[in-house]
C-alpha cells in the first residue's frame, strides 16, 4: 500500500510539474527542462536511499485513470497566474468602461451565492417572523430573504430590519450582481440604478423576481402606448395587439432579441438590427440575400436594410410588413431609383399607377393570395432579372418554346398554344378574330414577341394592360391600341392598322 501511495505522489508531481512547465515557456524550453526534471526525478529515486528499499518502477494504466489532473492542475495552479487572469480580465473590461470608471468598479457578471458564512455578521431573521406583507410567500424567493439576512440589505432596528444600509438601491444590488459599464448601451432604468423598476428585492412568483407574470409584460408595462408608466419609455412604445406578432415574442419573449441590462448594440439587440440579427435566425433570407445574382437595394444597401419594410414586433399586415405588400414597395418607388443590376434608372412607380387606372391583378388586391408585388418579384434577391421569382425574357422577340416563362405561373399557357379558339373554349382568350388565336399568331409567328411586346406588368391607361407605348431596341413606338367592344385595332409604329372582331372577323391570320 505504501508502495502505491508513493508511486501516485510520484505520477502526480510529474504531471503537476509538466503542467507548470507548459503554461511558463516556450514550446522547445518546455521539452528540454522537461526531460531534465524526468532525469533528475529517475535517478533520485533509483540511487537515494529509501524508507522502502523494494520500489516498483513500472507505472501501469491504472495507475494513470486513478489520477484526477484536472483538479490536480487547479490545486497547484499558482497565485500568480490568477493574478494575471485578473489583470487581463480588468484590463479587458476596462477598455469597454466608458471613461472616468476606474477599473476597479468593473465586474463580469458571475454566480452569486449568499452562503451562510458570508451572513454570519448579520443576525438571521426566520421566515415565521416575517410581517403580514411579505404571506403567503410566494414561488421565488430572494436567496438573502430566503435566509432571513434582512441585514445584508437593511440596518437594524429594534432587531427589526430597518432603513437601507446604501442610499442608493443600486449600489446595494451591485455588491453582489452584475455592475453596470460593461457594454456600450445601457437600459435606462438600470443607467439610472432603478433595479426595482423590474425586480422585487423580496420574493415574486416569476422566474428573476420580476415584478409581472412574464418578461413580455414586464416589458409592456413601459412600451406600451397605454400604460401609466409610458413616460419611462421615452416614446419607445411597440404596440403588440396588432394581429400579426413576431413569433419569437409569442413563443418566447422579447429576450430573444434583446438584453434587458446593457449590450453592445442600440436598443439592446445582440446583434446588429440592420440585418445580423434578423438574418441570425433566418437563414433562407440569408442565402437569397448573400448569395443572389441580383440583390435588391432596399435590403442590401438602404439606411435600414430589414426594418425598412419589415416591423420587428407586430404589425397589421401579412409578414410583419410596416404597411400592405404594394404601399411597402411604395416607399422607395415612389420616385425613380437607380438600379442594382445595370445603373439604369426604375421608373417612378407610384407615379405610374396614380396615371394609369388599370392595374395588374397583384397590384390591385395586394392582400388577397398570391397579391402585391412580392406575387412576381423576390424582394430579398434573386437570380433573375428585376429580381423576378421565375425566368422571364428582356428581348421584345423571344422563342416560347420549352420556356418556363414567369406569366404562365399564373396565366394558362393554352393562351399561346392554341391555334383556334372552339365557341365551348371562348373563355380561353378574347384577344382572336373570330376562331383564331391571336395571341398564337403572336407569339408563334417567325418572330415570336415576348408578352412584354404588348403588355405593361404594372399598369396601363388600357383594358388588358396594353401598353401605350413599346420599347423596340431602346426606342419607344406607339401601339394605337383602340377597344371596340367585341374586338380592337392597333397601329403600331409605322405598320398599317389591324383590326379584330370576336364577332364579324376581319379576316386575320387566314
Same mark, same amino acid.
Given at each position: 500500500?505504501?508502495?502505491?501511495?508513493?508511486?501516485?505522489?510520484i /505520477?502526480?508531481?510529474?504531471f503537476?510539474?509538466?503542467?507548470?512547465l507548459?503554461?511558463s515557456?516556450?514550446?522547445l524550453?518546455?521539452?528540454?527542462?522537461?526531460?531534465? #526534471?524526468?532525469?533528475?526525478?529517475?535517478?533520485?529515486?533509483?540511487h537515494?536511499?529509501?524508507?522502502?528499499?523494494?520500489?516498483?518502477?513500472?507505472?501501469?494504466?491504472s495507475?494513470?485513470?486513478d489520477i484526477?489532473?484536472?483538479?490536480?492542475?487547479?490545486?497547484?495552479k499558482?497565485?500568480?497566474?490568477?493574478?494575471?487572469?485578473?489583470?487581463?480580465? &480588468?484590463?479587458?473590461? &476596462?477598455?469597454?468602461? $466608458?471613461?472616468?470608471?476606474?477599473?476597479?468598479?468593473?465586474?463580469?457578471e458571475? +454566480?452569486?451565492?449568499h452562503?451562510?458564512?458570508?451572513?454570519?455578521?448579520?443576525?438571521?431573521?426566520?421566515?415565521?417572523? /416575517?410581517?403580514?406583507?411579505f404571506?403567503?410567500?410566494k414561488q421565488y424567493?430572494h436567496e438573502?430573504?430566503k435566509?432571513?439576512?434582512?441585514r445584508?440589505?437593511?440596518?437594524s432596528?429594534?432587531?427589526?430590519p430597518?432603513? /437601507?444600509v446604501? *442610499?442608493?438601491?443600486?449600489?446595494?444590488?451591485?455588491?453582489?450582481?452584475?455592475?453596470?459599464?460593461?457594454?456600450k448601451f445601457?437600459?435606462?432604468?438600470?443607467?439610472d440604478?432603478?433595479?426595482?423598476?423590474?425586480h422585487? $428585492?423580496h420574493q415574486s412568483?416569476? *422566474?428573476?423576481?420580476l415584478?409581472?407574470?412574464?418578461i413580455?409584460?414586464?416589458c409592456?408595462?413601459?412600451h406600451?402606448?397605454?400604460?401609466?408608466?409610458?413616460?419611462?419609455?421615452k416614446?419607445?412604445?411597440v404596440?403588440? =395587439?396588432? *394581429?400579426?406578432?413576431h413569433e $419569437?415574442? #409569442?413563443?418566447?419573449s422579447?429576450?430573444?432579441?434583446?438584453d434587458?441590462h446593457?449590450?453592445?448594440?442600440?436598443s439592446?439587440l445582440?446583434f446588429?438590427?440592420?440585418?445580423d440579427?434578423c438574418l441570425d435566425?433566418?437563414d433562407? #433570407?440569408?442565402d437569397?440575400?448573400?448569395? =443572389?445574382?441580383?440583390?435588391?437595394?432596399? +435590403?442590401n444597401?438602404s439606411?435600414k436594410?430589414?426594418?425598412?419594410?419589415?416591423?420587428p414586433h407586430?404589425?397589421?399586415?401579412?409578414k410583419?410588413l410596416?404597411k400592405d405588400?404594394?404601399e411597402?414597395?411604395?416607399q422607395c418607388h415612389?420616385k425613380e431609383?437607380?438600379s442594382?443590376?445595370d445603373?439604369?434608372?426604375l421608373?417612378n412607380?407610384?407615379k405610374?399607377?396614380?396615371?394609369n387606372?388599370?392595374?395588374?391583378m397583384p397590384i390591385?388586391?395586394?392582400?388577397e393570395?398570391?397579391?402585391g408585388?412580392?406575387a412576381?418579384?423576390?424582394?430579398h434577391?434573386?437570380?433573375?432579372f428585376?429580381?423576378l421569382r *421565375?425566368?422571364f %425574357?428582356k428581348?421584345?422577340y423571344d422563342?416560347?418554346?420549352?420556356?418556363?416563362f414567369?406569366?404562365?405561373?399564373?396565366?394558362n399557357?393554352?393562351?399561346?398554344s392554341?391555334?383556334?379558339?372552339e365557341?365551348?373554349?371562348n373563355?380561353?382568350?378574347?384577344?382572336?378574330?373570330?376562331?383564331?388565336?391571336?395571341?398564337?399568331?403572336?407569339?408563334?409567328?417567325?418572330?415570336?414577341?415576348?408578352c412584354?411586346?404588348?403588355?405593361?406588368?404594372?399598369a396601363?391607361?388600357y383594358t388588358?394592360?396594353?401598353?401605350?407605348?413599346?420599347?423596340f431596341?431602346g426606342?419607344k413606338?406607339p401601339?394605337?391600341? #383602340?377597344? %371596340?367592344?367585341?374586338?380592337g385595332?392597333c397601329? $403600331?409604329?409605322?405598320?398599317?392598322?389591324?383590326?379584330?372582331d370576336?364577332?364579324?372577323?376581319?379576316?386575320?391570320?387566314k
Amino acid at each position: 500500500m505504501k508502495q502505491y501511495m508513493t508511486k501516485k505522489v510520484i /505520477l502526480a508531481l510529474v504531471f503537476v510539474l509538466s503542467i507548470i512547465l507548459f503554461q511558463s515557456y516556450g514550446v522547445l524550453d518546455k521539452i528540454d527542462r522537461f526531460v531534465v #526534471i524526468m532525469g533528475n526525478i529517475t535517478y533520485n529515486l533509483q540511487h537515494a536511499k529509501h524508507a522502502y528499499e523494494e520500489f516498483d518502477f513500472n507505472i501501469t494504466e491504472s495507475d494513470i485513470n486513478d489520477i484526477n489532473i484536472t483538479k490536480l492542475a487547479k490545486e497547484f495552479k499558482s497565485s500568480i497566474d490568477r493574478k494575471k487572469e485578473a489583470k487581463a480580465k &480588468a484590463k479587458a473590461l &476596462a477598455l469597454k468602461a $466608458p471613461k472616468g470608471i476606474a477599473i476597479d468598479e468593473i465586474r463580469t457578471e458571475e +454566480v452569486v451565492e449568499h452562503t451562510k458564512t458570508r451572513t454570519k455578521k448579520v443576525k438571521l431573521v426566520s421566515l415565521d417572523d /416575517l410581517p403580514a406583507k411579505f404571506k403567503p410567500l410566494k414561488q421565488y424567493l430572494h436567496e438573502p430573504f430566503k435566509m432571513g439576512a434582512c441585514r445584508i440589505c437593511h440596518t437594524s432596528k429594534n432587531n427589526k430590519p430597518g432603513e /437601507l444600509v446604501k *442610499k442608493n438601491i443600486s449600489d446595494i444590488c451591485y455588491e453582489c450582481h452584475k455592475t453596470r459599464y460593461t457594454k456600450k448601451f445601457d437600459h435606462k432604468p438600470v443607467k439610472d440604478g432603478r433595479c426595482m423598476d423590474c425586480h422585487d $428585492p423580496h420574493q415574486s412568483n416569476t *422566474k428573476k423576481l420580476l415584478k409581472a407574470d412574464s418578461i413580455n409584460n414586464l416589458c409592456m408595462k413601459c412600451h406600451d402606448r397605454k400604460s401609466k408608466f409610458k413616460a419611462k419609455a421615452k416614446k419607445l412604445f411597440v404596440n403588440m =395587439s396588432l *394581429k400579426n406578432k413576431h413569433e $419569437p415574442i #409569442i413563443k418566447k419573449s422579447c429576450l430573444e432579441c434583446h438584453d434587458a441590462h446593457t449590450a453592445d448594440y442600440k436598443s439592446l439587440l445582440s446583434f446588429d438590427a440592420k440585418m445580423d440579427l434578423c438574418l441570425d435566425c433566418h437563414d433562407d #433570407i440569408a442565402d437569397k440575400t448573400h448569395n =443572389s445574382k441580383y440583390k435588391h437595394g432596399g +435590403v442590401n444597401t438602404s439606411k435600414k436594410r430589414c426594418l425598412e419594410c419589415h416591423d420587428p414586433h407586430a404589425t397589421k399586415h401579412k409578414k410583419l410588413l410596416k404597411k400592405d405588400p404594394v404601399e411597402t414597395c411604395l416607399q422607395c418607388h415612389n420616385k425613380e431609383v437607380k438600379s442594382d443590376e445595370d445603373g439604369g434608372m426604375l421608373m417612378n412607380i407610384k407615379k405610374h399607377l396614380k396615371e394609369n387606372k388599370n392595374w395588374h391583378m397583384p397590384i390591385k388586391k395586394p392582400n388577397e393570395k398570391g397579391g402585391g408585388c412580392g406575387a412576381c418579384h423576390e424582394p430579398h434577391g434573386s437570380d433573375n432579372f428585376s429580381i423576378l421569382r *421565375k425566368s422571364f %425574357t428582356k428581348n421584345f422577340y423571344d422563342n416560347f418554346e420549352n420556356k418556363d416563362f414567369f406569366c404562365f405561373k399564373c396565366h394558362n399557357d393554352t393562351k399561346i398554344s392554341t391555334q383556334y379558339i372552339e365557341p365551348k373554349d371562348n373563355n380561353i382568350t378574347n384577344f382572336r378574330d373570330g376562331e383564331v388565336n391571336l395571341h398564337f399568331l403572336h407569339v408563334n409567328d417567325r418572330k415570336g414577341r415576348s408578352c412584354r411586346a404588348c403588355h405593361d406588368e404594372h399598369a396601363s391607361k388600357y383594358t388588358h394592360l396594353i401598353r401605350d407605348y413599346t420599347d423596340f431596341n431602346g426606342i419607344k413606338f406607339p401601339l394605337r391600341y #383602340i377597344d %371596340t367592344g367585341s374586338g380592337g385595332s392597333c397601329a $403600331p409604329a409605322c405598320h398599317k392598322k389591324f383590326e379584330y372582331d370576336r364577332l364579324t372577323p376581319k379576316g386575320i391570320g387566314k
